[in-house]
């Protein structure tokens, strides 16, 4: 078989993202169809900047779900005599398997596309939910501290100035080290970041559903149960069905990720917090009696959902690239891992004679980035509109 040129393999690339194509066009067909019963996801589709980003967030969204079904091999499978291999250069012995890379092979003679593709799993699988945790946690003390104010608010506000005190990268080296991952730190970090979530449902159901018992009892108690039983494996591995749990590298990343991103975001609430305190709509829910714990995570949170969801899709992209950090410095979640910080680093040795073991990770790395930034500036202009 003679190798494939640019052409052929562009159309074999469409035909592997079949499984993608079929995902956002069914996404896109809903959405538009219902886009004025669905608040401000809805009216993100009126944005043709939302609307890019949106195609290209999902695209990569798609591509990790789909991930077994679009992969051609094994991303961690090596095969002879495809070191550095160009892209479309045809296996010789497939052995029944695809005949071809599509992209060409790395250093170590593993198929550039399949590892490319399996690295997005690895960004999304801990990215999102990282900046979500993140959320949960400045929230719960951005809240209190912006609206009792006092004390409370010299102490928070002192502590994640502290934090923020450091920079970034320099922060993340010291708690993703190995010399770290070996103490308990990393366990007793988990142990008070990961309680927080479980807090916050607490607290929000608490709040909402205080004068009717029967429901908030129901409603609490289910969080209770499932949360301390995913805290349990979460932060100890403690689980004992095996449901929830982390891998001891995957953990120490996880945190440093909530730990250098929660005190920004508790700075972002306290602020929008002590600017909408003052409206009327707090003071007449004080003058019916409701506790600050309503008035917080009722009346001002979702009057603040705005700027929240916007800074949402930049903090995932922050992390995604603090993520592409740690993987190229090789502080990433395993030595072998196909994440895109790993692979560009491993591509880079060779950039000048083999580009495209280190221009496809990177490409990939550039485009989610850069939908999560449209995605943001879709949702900020839709949400002035409001």
Known sequence: M???NWFEILGRLIVQLVPVWAGLIALFAVSIAFRRRLGLYGKLFDSAVGMIGFALVMFWVF??????MIITHDPLAQFSGMRNAAPGTPL???????????????ALARDVFSRMIVGAREVLRIAPFAAMISFMIGISLGLPAGYIGGKLDTGLTFVANLVLAFPVILLFFLLVAPEIQNTPIPRVMAGILFLMPVLFFTVLLNARYFTQPAKRNLYVGAVLVVGLWAYSGLAFNADPLGVWGMSPNLLN?????????????????????????TRDYVSAAQTRGEGPWYI???EILPNARGPLIVDFCLR??????????????????APESPDWGSTINQGRRLLTVYPHAALAPAIALMSLVLGLNLLADGLREESLKD
């Open 2 to 4: 003679d190798p494939l």
């Open 63 to 68: 591509a990790a779900l789909f991930a077994n």
């Open 92 to 106: 010789r012995d497939p052995a029944g398997g695809y005949e071809v890379f599509l992209l060409g092979g790395d």
């Open 253 to 277: 990343v996880f945190v440093a990720v909530v730990f250098v991103n929660a005190p920004t975001v508790f700075r972002i609430v306290r602020g929008i917090t002590m600017d909408i305190k």
């Open 296 to 298: 917080m995570l009722w």
């Open 316 to 333: 995932i992209g922050y992390t995604t690239i603090l993520l592409g950090t740690l993987g190229f410095f090789g502080l990433g979640v």
